[in-house]
């Protein structure tokens, strides 16, 4: 069991990360919730492991005193599962003492996440994430949210968890789609902030898709080190937290513009590190030899690397939308070089559309042309 | 002009409190949300103010791109609040750096700034309190929150303020209703904590029911004062802030059981005080002269002494879905004498029936037999 923890002063808090960690009583704190514990999950992830969580819950002095189960997939970030999770936990009489328990993925923990930012002013969560996407990456940073129809993510709260309990052997069960698209998002951490990941990387490929559990305890350690690096310098994400958003600002437009779900958000990442990369070479410096190492290693993970068929202007009204959009202009997370990204405002329109029309094919309503 | 200046390290605020305050284009900032700006307010303010704040706004820099109006009172307090706003913010494509006003009372202040709260994961709000209750009350502390059909302000954050500006000025168009409401506050806060207030409140009722410029400036100086030390101390309401609940518990019970909107809040917290005072007298050693006080004060502002005809057990059942129960045990916020309020957890049930038998009248069923 290796453990990184996250430096934010009275929000600090471990992530714990090896097979067989969601087992482990005692990672779940002595007694979590005075007892009472709210476990959030959906029923595919529930039939594999929720019963094996209870047990080393009720190891730890805590029965769930409720059970959350809701669907799988983007569109379960909802209003709706909302009130569903306020429901049960008010039902249950749950007070600020309790503690929810995040039994999932990216969507299971954002969504349990915002719903312990704001019950009754917030609660505490654990999270226990069961994709390599959700632990390399969501269930780090405190972010939570829950999706609009105009906007991924666009309500929600920075609320840190009381702890991440990573259990790489949970990740024997994911599809094979889902673990590509977790690894979209390690390919990003190193690209963004690390090159000897990169060439960790392009040299262990294999392993990684093979599964194996050295391979993948070492790149979400990595990962979570990274990450959590970065999250200490700037938790609201004024500054350098940005740079973990590369690909994420084409990579929400083609989310959003092929409808939630059709997409995962690592694949669409995927795609839009290659659009941000070759805006790189373009805009920022980087050399071409550089982006030909972003589409390479995305191949490699079976990622990926073109958007679907969409118009540039869908893609540019998508991105002034983008939280990240600063006074209405789009700002992108570039690469000067592997392993070093910065964030750049200033980028001439043609470019963006130069390198959207490159990296997608045609839009339907172009080509009956 | 005075300013309050609320403590909270990098989350600190002022208060600026006197007539005019809402026309001064400086208290807003300099080009308050890089000049985009949503205004939240109701209709019947929005047609008393919402042209001077817009006016100051101007002056500063910034056009409200965005104006929102909410129904009145605590059904306002709503998911479906919440999502017109956020439509109408993600409409006009406001990003993380615009700035929400809320204009009005704490229906207004509340679901202002809990939407300023999760809107794109918090953005800044301002504060512009038209009520002598959210004056001195809800606009201090950063306590935002909608209701949910199972309690009050059982969905929330705390969300600080940028900046509050309270015009006593604009309580000139209060409701008498409202006025005595907001007074119960002011009574709340002089008991729970300053001896010198009551005495003083005891001396110029009349005055602040006359509505005296210089008389509101002092209670709304003087409460948001006594708020802010507590706040300071205890933002995340574990310890000390507990003690501006006094009357609250009981209060809350009053409002839920007689149906949100039916009692205002200030009146159910001033019958909520009279029924602390008596249990105060029976489980925290308070002299009965100094409950008497208590209920002579509330009586002197024209307020509601007792609670409505609904039966102990009900009362219990609602207290018991308090935010304040720790553990299934409900706390509550007794006088130890004028001035000095305590938490007390280990309450006789008894003592509490016998309080609320005293000062409600029977409930309907037990009438009829």
Redesign the interface.
């Known amino acids: 069991m290796e453990t990184v923890r996250v430096v934010l002063g009275g929000r600090s808090y471990p992530i714990h990360i090896g097979a067989g960690a969601l087992d482990d009583a005692a990672l779940y704190g002595p007694q979590p919730g005075?007892g009472?514990v709210a476990v959030i999950s959906n029923p595919v992830v529930a039939g594999l492991y929720l019963a094996r969580v209870k047990a080393a819950l009720a190891r730890a002095g805590a029965e769930p005193a409720v059970e959350v189960l809701v669907e799988d997939g983007e569109q379960a970030k909802s209003?709706a599962s909302l009130?569903r999770v306020?429901?049960a936990l008010?039902?249950a009489?749950l007070?600020?003492?309790s503690v929810i328990v995040a039994l999932g993925g990216g969507v299971v923990g954002d969504l349990a996440g915002?719903a312990a930012?704001?019950?009754?002013?917030?609660i505490p969560f654990i999270q226990v994430p069961t994709t390599l996407l959700a632990q390399v990456d969501s269930s780090v940073g405190g972010?939570t949210?829950v999706n609009?129809a105009?906007?991924k993510?666009?309500?929600?709260?920075?609320h840190q968890p009381a702890a991440v309990i990573a259990d790489v052997g949970a990740l024997g069960t994911l599809p094979e789609r889902e673990l590509r698209a977790g690894i979209a998002e390690v390919i990003k951490h190193g690209f963004a902030l690390d090159a000897d990941l990169v060439a960790w990387l392009e040299a262990n490929m294999a392993r990684l898709l093979a599964r194996e559990a050295d391979a993948l305890a070492h790149v979400v350690r990595r990962s979570c080190e990274l990450k959590a690096a970065v999250v200490a310098a700037d938790e609201?994400?004024s500054g350098r937290r940005a740079l973990l958003n590369l690909g994420h600002t084409f990579g929400h437009a083609i989310e959003a513009g092929a409808g939630y779900g059709a997409w995962l958000h690592g694949e669409a990442v995927a795609a839009g590190m290659v659009m941000a990369a070759e805006l790189s070479v373009r805009a920022a410096g980087l050399a071409p030899a550089d982006a030909a190492r972003v589409r390479a290693l995305l191949e490699q993970a079976g990622l990926p690397v073109r958007g679907p068929a969409m118009a540039p202007d869908r893609y540019l009204e998508l991105m002034?939308?983008d939280?990240k959009?600063?006074?209405?202009r789009t700002r992108f997370v570039l690469l000067e070089r592997v392993g070093q990204a910065a964030v750049h405002a200033d980028v001439d329109e043609r470019l963006v559309r130069d390198v959207i029309a490159a990296a997608s094919p045609p839009a339907p309503a172009a080509a009956a042309r």
């Open positions: 005075a009472r209003w009130e306020f429901d008010l039902g009489r007070g600020r003492d915002f930012a704001v019950y009754q002013r917030g972010k949210a609009h105009r906007g993510n666009m309500i929600g709260a920075f609201r994400e002034a939308l939280k959009a600063a006074r209405g």
